[in-house]
């Protein structure tokens, strides 16, 4: 299911499908209250780069973060999905980094742009069966920059879990096989540290998640 050696371990999806501030952590750092539904935005899929291959920091941005977030591909149609049989529509799991221009995020108002660059959704290193991951919300999730962990959480501090996700977004959204969705990046992200922490060209970004793998791109800047 998917390769190690480079490439994207999924065929593209339909649609990437996004959660904000899913960690209590980093609600807090970010001084925002805990949302009461899932909050939902998309990444598309020109985004998607494999493990090895460059995020390319764009010359129109100085404030490219990192965002370590477990991945979920849909391998079922999903329509309506009551939480008790979410998990069962899952084809399996991956590491996600959901790269972020915070400058031209915060400039727009909503989120689209600055987090769809080209290169700004490496995945990898390979799909998990979900049979191998007995319970998504049990899992360390760290993201490491320059083999410094500045990430360092686990999936059981999601305000919403995975199957709350697909309930919620299976209620308003088809969801369809092979759709990717992120699920949300815990405390530590560039943005809020002080000083704060951007990616600069010749930085080696990690996403690592419990039983699912380890992801490394390097950061480039645009040539």
Not at 93 to 98: P, W
């Given at each position: 299911?998917?390769?190690?050696?480079?490439?994207?371990?999924?065929?593209?999806?339909?649609?990437?499908?996004?959660?904000?501030?899913?960690?209590?952590?980093?609600?807090?750092?970010?001084?925002?209250?805990l949302?009461?539904?899932?909050?939902?935005?998309?990444?598309?899929?020109?985004?998607?780069?494999?493990?090895?291959?460059?995020?390319?920091?764009?010359?129109?941005?100085?404030?490219?973060?990192?965002?370590?977030?477990?991945?979920v591909?849909?391998?079922?149609?999903?329509?309506?999905?009551?939480?008790s049989?979410?998990?069962g529509?899952?084809?399996?799991?991956?590491?996600?980094?959901?790269?972020?221009?915070?400058?031209?995020?915060?400039?727009?108002?909503?989120w689209?742009?600055?987090?769809?660059?080209?290169?700004?959704?490496?995945?990898?290193?390979?799909?998990?069966?979900?049979?191998?991951?007995?319970?998504?919300?049990?899992?360390?999730?760290?993201?490491?920059?320059?083999?410094?962990?500045?990430?360092?959480?686990?999936?059981?501090?999601?305000?919403?879990?995975?199957?709350?996700?697909?309930?919620?977004?299976?209620?308003?959204?088809?969801?369809?096989?092979?759709?990717?969705?992120?699920?949300?990046?815990?405390?530590?992200?560039?943005?809020?540290?002080?000083?704060?922490?951007?990616?600069?060209?010749g930085?080696?970004?990690?996403?690592?998640?419990?039983?699912?793998?380890?992801?490394?791109?390097?950061?480039?800047?645009?040539?």
């Open positions: 299911m998917g390769s190690d050696n480079g490439g994207l371990p999924i065929e593209r999806p339909g649609k990437i499908v996004c959660v904000g501030l899913n960690y209590r952590d980093h609600a807090a750092e970010a001084g925002m209250e949302p009461t539904q899932p909050v939902i935005f998309a990444k598309w899929p020109n985004a998607l780069v494999g493990p090895g291959e460059p995020i390319v920091l764009p010359a129109g941005s100085r404030q490219v973060d990192y965002e370590a977030e477990l991945g591909v849909m391998g079922t149609r999903a329509r309506d999905v009551p939480e049989e979410a998990l529509t899952i084809a399996g799991y991956l590491c996600v980094n959901d790269v972020s221009a915070r400058d031209l995020q915060f400039a727009d108002g909503q689209t742009r600055g987090k769809s660059l080209d290169s700004f959704c490496p995945i990898g290193p390979r799909l998990v069966p979900a049979s191998e991951v007995p319970d998504p919300q049990d899992l360390a999730i760290r993201c490491l920059v320059n083999g410094e962990a500045l990430q360092d959480s686990s999936t059981s501090a999601m305000v919403f879990s995975v199957a709350e996700v697909i309930a919620f977004v299976s209620s308003w959204i088809t969801l369809e096989p092979g759709d990717l969705i992120a699920t949300g990046t815990p405390a530590g992200v560039g943005f809020v540290r002080k000083p704060p922490v951007f990616l600069r060209d930085d080696e970004v990690t996403v690592e998640i419990e039983r699912v793998g380890t992801l490394t791109n390097p950061v480039r800047a645009a040539r």
